[in-house]
């Protein structure tokens, strides 16, 4: 579903943010992507979804190149960021057909998927409003049955569950597994590492914009916690990176 073939991307400076990344997100996968702050997972993502360009390296979608088909590749895909930037001068409603209108979703179609989803995310009286009077906990909530409306195949999110409460978050975990067990798939950064244990098959961990470990998350924390995992590999891995650069540790 996802492919990422030795991509990199550098910022000025020549400053690597992501350096030769390569990994694979089947369909049904819940694929949890780790990392400290400034570590690479949002300059992957961005990249991912077309917003930042790539100096080496492909990213393949469902098949498809993404320098090659990008609209076809974003046609079937949805992207959350951590903080949602939505339009505060339209209502909940307007907001929501406009997402509607881009992945072209059906009048009767689009009604259906928004009540539904608003009603079970708690929101569909507020729908009438403007952003601008919705709490941030809304505003992420509107974001993402905007993400959901044209019910994509691979769905991105950057710390989806941030902003959300108890109920929210339960509520996008079950939405997150009903579309894996129906042939899509998820790639999310967190922060939150025990969420990530649990709700993820797969992971990676990012340090200083390389790869340090993939796999099997049952695997990987078969004698440790994934918090524990966590603090080893990226401790080994910014000590070598350290020693490479000849840096006092």
Known sequence: MLEIKNMTKT???NKPAVEDLS??????????????????????????VGIHDYEQGEIWIDGMNLKDAPLACKKIMAYLPDNPDLYEY???IQYLNFMADIYEVPVQ??????????QEFGIYDALGDLISTYSHGMKQKTALIGALI???KLL??????VGLDPEASLILKKKMHTMCEQGGAIFFSTHVLEVAQKLCNRIAVISKGRL???????????????EELFMEVVGHAQTDQAVDKDIPV
């Open 11 to 13: 910022y000025k400076g």
């Open 23 to 48: 990994l694979r997100v089947r369909a049904g996968d819940i694929y949890g992507f780790i990392g400290h702050n400034g570590a690479g997972k949002t300059t992957t993502i961005k990249s991912i």
């Open 90 to 92: 339209l209502t909940g």
């Open 109 to 118: 179609v689009r009604q259906e998927r928004i009540t539904r989803e608003a």
């Open 150 to 152: 044209h019910q994509p």
């Open 156 to 161: 991105i999110l950057d710390e989806p569950f």
């Open 212 to 226: 340090i470990v993939e796999g099997n998350t049952e695997e990987l924390t078969r004698d440790k916690s994934l």
